[in-house]
C-alpha cells in the first residue's frame, strides 16, 4: 500500500481508460436527475463512448470475446 499523500504512478493507458470509464458513469447519473439537458446528453454521451480506449491488459479476462455473449431478442445472428 502506497504511503499516504503518495499516487500510483499508473500507465497512461490505464489513466485514460479509467477517466473515460468515470465520466461515462457520472454522464448515467445526470441523466437522472431533474432537468437533465436531454440535448447535451444526446451529444456529448455517444462521442465519449466512442473515445473509449481499449481497454488496458488484465482488465478483461484471457481469451474474452465481446461477440461470444448471449443471443438477444430482436437482434439478427
Known sequence: ???EGR???????????ARTVLLL???AL???TYGADEAFVT???PS???SLPEPPPGILPPGYD????PKYPGKAS
Open 1 to 3: 500500500m502506497p504511503e
Open 7 to 17: 499516487a500510483l504512478a499508473v500507465c497512461p493507458r490505464c489513466e485514460d481508460f
Open 25 to 27: 458513469g457520472q454522464l
Open 30 to 32: 445526470y441523466t437522472s
Open 43 to 45: 451529444a456529448v454521451g
Open 48 to 50: 465519449l463512448a466512442a
Open 66 to 69: 465481446p461477440d461470444g455473449g
